[in-house]
């Protein structure tokens, strides 16, 4: 079965400290990489997808095959960075549509 | 141009009863999928509709139903309500290419009473 994991539930940084959230994913096939993000009171959005190879707030993500890990990181957080986060990969074809993770929760500390 | 719109936002419901929901996906877009939303299980994946035709379905039970219309309007229904399916119902539309990710709606709040 397709199961993604994001081992943090919640993850508290400093303002202007580095933020790495992981994610492990176990997916047949080759599946496209999508990072979510849900400001408080706001809806779903996207985030960065892996295809792009793209930053997005000074986010990036990292696809490392071999450990089938897709961490998002940003060298430097901010106070409106905190939200909770969304790895979910999406096979196209599949019967599992996207893929969540169970979230991580980060939180800026000023 | 406008976003993926979900109605009711808020919907209280008593268990037995069935509910309607319905999602707006953005102009041009074709594909829109259903997830479900609750603080133990996170997001699931409910179903996906790819120009009136169900492409996927996830593991859910047979009375959570879907369609989708001509005009890429869908609307999901669950009969024979219980407590368990209180949750956040969260529709998301995409382009034929699923690379360029999903824009999701604000979600319908369900309570089952």
């Known amino acids: 079965a397709q199961r993604v994991t994001q081992p943090e539930k919640l993850l508290s940084v400093f303002k202007g400290a580095p933020v790495e959230l992981k994610c492990n994913y176990s997916?047949?096939?080759?599946?496209?990489l999508f990072w979510y993000v849900q400001y408080s009171r706001q809806r779903l959005q996207l985030l960065l997808r892996?295809?792009s190879r793209e930053s997005i707030k000074g986010f990036t993500a990292d696809l490392n095959k071999g450990e089938t890990s897709f961490h998002l990181k940003k060298p430097f957080a901010q106070e409106e960075d905190s939200a909770m986060y969304y790895c979910?990969?999406?096979?196209?074809?599949?019967?599992?549509?996207?893929?969540f993770g169970k979230g991580t929760h980060l939180i800026i500390q000023p | 141009k406008a976003g993926v719109t979900q109605t009711p936002r808020y919907l209280i419901k008593t268990r037995g009863q069935q509910v309607t929901l319905s999602c707006s996906p953005i102009?041009?877009?074709?594909?829109v999928s259903w997830y479900q939303q609750t603080p133990g299980q996170g997001l699931q994946f409910l179903f996906e509709?790819?120009?009136?035709?169900?492409?996927n379905k996830g593991n859910f039970p047979g009375r959570f139903s879907g369609r989708q219309f001509s005009n890429s309007r869908s609307e999901m229904n669950v009969s024979t309500l219980e407590l368990g399916d209180s949750a956040l119902y969260l529709c998301?539309?995409?382009?034929?290419?699923?690379?360029?990710?999903?824009?999701f709606g604000s979600g319908t709040r369900l309570t089952v009473v």
């Open positions: 998301a539309s995409s382009t034929l290419g699923q690379n360029y990710g999903y824009t």
């Open positions: 997916y047949s096939g080759s599946p496209e």
């Open positions: 892996h295809i």
């Open positions: 979910a990969p999406h096979s196209g074809g599949g019967a599992d549509g996207l893929t």
């Open positions: 102009s041009g877009h074709r594909s």
């Open positions: 509709y790819f120009s009136e035709t169900q492409r």
